[in-house]
């Protein structure tokens, strides 16, 4: 579609009721037009401020209303941080993602924030935050560290917003991302597919992010991981082929953009993965674990993508096959700490 139009309702829900042989292969044809299909974007997400989080969202084990378990911990170090993203890059990452569990931050957080962008960068690594809302002089301020990109996920629709979310309106989190965009860095926006909410409330999420004025660099489309405390930890779990649908839908409608393929991988078949690749996704978080919740390790990945005929995105890691699942294994133990997380929301 041209970037002159706007999709609407009724073109959006068409692409859902398309027969789904039929939209994988439209949604194929699209993103081979704008990327190479073999080539997957890599990134790690660190958790650098944990729980406690002020906010209500139902899906979050981070929240301080639920009584999920998960122990609270203050803002990292910065060189912890940054240890963190050399052993990233050198399990294969391209961009190293940096999480924190705030409303909004401080702007005496702020400096330590600045050096961990400048830190990332300087290892030659994309670098990413989910800080929550910004103010502008924040927004600029990260801009002038260096940072390449800031998530923000409008999570689903407007009209069902409310019943997963009521400490932070939608109005914030467009607000957010558009002094994200005015600032100058690139914007990671996406949502969670099965909070209970109906087709049409996936097809008015990935309206809301196909009409923004610029689209996402960044889409990343999360299944949700159902956390023990939290209030959707009951809800039905949602057909594979209809996540696989959403993947294809977010391709068609945001064809330049990286649709990642993000949290719940763990709990998905690689031959569900698969078609989520052949429907359009080309880029995953990668390691042990999405902020807080399981993701599937690098070595799992790594098969995965030897059987596909699939390659990291700018990768570091230079040997292929049985050489580098065991370099990845070998990584892995060193790597895994209790300050080292690979995650994603």
């Not at 196909?210 to 949700?224: D, F, G, T």
């Not at 995965?304 to 059987?307: D, Y």
């Given at each position: 579609?041209?970037?002159?139009?706007?999709?609407?309702r009724?073109?959006?829900?068409?692409?859902?009721?398309?027969?789904?042989?039929?939209?994988?292969?439209?949604?194929?044809?699209?993103?081979?037009?704008?990327?190479?299909?073999?080539?997957?974007?890599?990134s790690?997400?660190?958790s650098?401020?944990?729980?406690s989080c002020?906010?209500?969202?139902k899906y979050?084990?981070?929240?301080?209303?639920?009584?999920?378990?998960?122990?609270?911990?203050?803002?990292?170090?910065?060189?912890l941080?940054l240890?963190?993203?050399?052993?990233?890059k050198?399990?294969?990452?391209?961009?190293?993602?940096?999480?924190?569990?705030?409303?909004?931050?401080?702007?005496r957080?702020l400096p330590y924030?600045?050096?961990?962008?400048?830190?990332v960068?300087?290892?030659?690594?994309?670098?990413?935050?989910?800080?929550?809302s910004?103010?502008?002089?924040?927004?600029q301020?990260?801009?002038d560290?260096?940072?390449?990109?800031?998530?923000?996920?409008?999570?689903?629709?407007?009209e069902?917003?409310?019943?997963?979310?009521t400490t932070?309106?939608?109005?914030?989190?467009l607000d957010?991302?558009?002094?994200v965009r005015?600032?100058?860095?690139?914007?990671?926006?996406?949502?969670?597919v099965?909070?209970g909410?109906?087709v049409?409330?996936?097809?008015e999420?990935?309206m809301?992010l196909?009409?923004?004025?610029?689209?996402?660099?960044?889409?990343?489309?999360?299944?949700?991981v159902?956390?023990a405390?939290t209030?959707?930890?009951?809800?039905?779990?949602?057909?594979?082929f209809?996540?696989?649908?959403?993947?294809?839908?977010?391709?068609?409608?945001?064809?330049?953009?990286?649709?990642?393929?993000?949290?719940?991988?763990?709990?998905?078949?690689?031959?569900?993965?698969?078609?989520?690749?052949?429907?359009?996704a080309n880029?995953?978080?990668?390691g042990?674990?999405?902020?807080t919740?399981?993701?599937?390790?690098q070595?799992?990945d790594?098969k995965?993508?030897?059987?596909l005929?699939?390659?990291?995105?700018n990768?570091?890691?230079?040997?292929?096959?049985?050489e580098?699942?065991?370099?990845?294994?070998?990584?892995?133990?060193?790597?895994?700490?209790?300050?080292?997380y690979?995650a994603g929301?």
């Open positions: 579609m041209s970037k002159s139009l706007r999709w609407t009724e073109q959006t829900q068409a692409l859902f009721e398309q027969p789904l042989l039929e939209l994988l292969f439209s949604a194929q044809q699209i993103h081979r037009q704008h990327f190479d299909s073999r080539q997957i974007q890599v790690t997400l660190l650098i401020k944990t729980g002020p906010e209500d969202c979050c084990p981070q929240s301080a209303r639920y009584k999920t378990g998960l122990a609270a911990e203050p803002l990292m170090e910065v060189e941080v240890a963190s993203a050399r052993q990233a050198a399990a294969g990452s391209s961009r190293f993602c940096m999480g924190a569990a705030w409303k909004n931050p401080q702007d957080d924030l600045e050096q961990m962008v400048a830190g960068k300087a290892l030659g690594m994309e670098s990413c935050m989910t800080l929550g910004l103010t502008d002089r924040q927004a301020r990260l801009a560290a260096g940072l390449d990109y800031y998530n923000h996920n409008l999570d689903t629709s407007p069902y917003y409310n019943k997963i979310i932070r309106s939608y109005q914030e989190r957010t991302l558009d002094k005015q600032a100058g860095i690139k914007v990671c926006s996406g949502g969670i099965g909070l909410e109906s049409t409330d996936r097809a999420l990935l809301q196909a009409n923004l004025p610029a689209p996402p660099e960044s889409v990343p489309i999360n299944m949700l159902k956390v405390g209030p959707l930890e009951h809800t039905e779990d949602v057909d594979p209809d996540f696989i649908r959403t993947i294809a839908v977010a391709r068609i409608m945001m064809p330049t953009s990286y649709v990642r393929l993000s949290a719940g991988r763990e709990k998905m078949s690689e031959q569900t993965q698969a078609m989520c690749f052949m429907a359009g880029s995953i978080f990668y042990c674990k999405l902020l919740t399981p993701n599937p390790a070595n799992s790594l995965l993508f030897k059987k005929g699939l390659n990291p995105e990768s570091v890691i230079e040997q292929t096959g049985s580098l699942v065991a370099q990845v294994n070998k990584q892995m133990l060193e790597a895994d700490t209790e300050l080292f690979n929301r």
